[in-house]
C-alpha cells in the first residue's frame, strides 16, 4: 500500500513533466497500462517508449492534478488535466482518472478512463 508521500511523490514528478522519468521511477518492470478498456501496453520499456514517442509529437504538455489522489490500500485514483499542444496541428485539453495499482510502493497496473472526444477526433 503506497503511502501519501510516495503518491504526492510520484504526482509532483508527473506535474512537473518528467512524464517518462516516472514511469522509469515509479512503475514496476512487468507494469501495464491501458486506455479506456483497450488492449493493454506490458513492461516498464515499453511504457517509457510509448511516452516518448507521444512526448516528440509536443511542442508542449501541461499537467494539472485537479483533486488529491484519492487512496484505498493498494488502490490509487488520480484526477489529471492534461493541454497539449502538438508541433502540427490544433491543441486540446483532455481530463481523465487513472485508476492505479500499487504494489510495493510502485505501480503495478494503471487504467486511464476518459471522453476521446476531448482528443478533437
Same mark, same amino acid.
Given at each position: 500500500?503506497?503511502?501519501?508521500? &510516495?503518491?504526492? $511523490?510520484? /504526482?509532483?514528478?508527473? *506535474?512537473?513533466?518528467?512524464?517518462?522519468? $516516472?514511469?522509469?521511477? !515509479?512503475?514496476?518492470?512487468? $507494469? !501495464?497500462?491501458?486506455?479506456?478498456?483497450?488492449?493493454?501496453?506490458?513492461? =516498464? #520499456?515499453?511504457?517509457?517508449?510509448? #511516452? @516518448?514517442? &507521444?512526448? @516528440?509529437?509536443?511542442?508542449?504538455? #501541461?499537467?494539472?492534478?485537479?483533486?488529491?489522489? /484519492?487512496?484505498?490500500?493498494? %488502490? /490509487? *485514483?488520480? %484526477? !489529471? %488535466?492534461? &493541454?497539449?499542444?502538438?508541433?502540427?496541428?490544433?491543441?486540446? &485539453?483532455?481530463? #481523465?482518472? $487513472?485508476?492505479? +495499482?500499487? %504494489?510495493?510502493?510502485?505501480?503495478? +497496473?494503471? +487504467?486511464?478512463?476518459?471522453?476521446?472526444?476531448?482528443?478533437? =477526433?
Amino acid at each position: 500500500m503506497p503511502s501519501r508521500e &510516495t503518491v504526492d $511523490a510520484f /504526482v509532483a514528478q508527473v *506535474v512537473s513533466g518528467d512524464h517518462v522519468g $516516472a514511469i522509469r521511477d !515509479w512503475y514496476h518492470d512487468d $507494469a !501495464w497500462m491501458q486506455e479506456n478498456q483497450a488492449e493493454p501496453r506490458s513492461g =516498464r #520499456e515499453t511504457l517509457m517508449a510509448g #511516452e @516518448a514517442k &507521444t512526448l @516528440a509529437r509536443m511542442q508542449s504538455v #501541461e499537467t494539472e492534478l485537479l483533486a488529491p489522489p /484519492v487512496i484505498d490500500g493498494n %488502490r /490509487v *485514483v488520480i %484526477r !489529471w %488535466r492534461f &493541454t497539449f499542444k502538438p508541433k502540427e496541428g490544433q491543441g486540446f &485539453t483532455m481530463e #481523465e482518472l $487513472a485508476w492505479q +495499482t500499487w %504494489r510495493d510502493d510502485k505501480i503495478a +497496473t494503471e +487504467t486511464f478512463f476518459y471522453d476521446p472526444k476531448q482528443m478533437g =477526433r
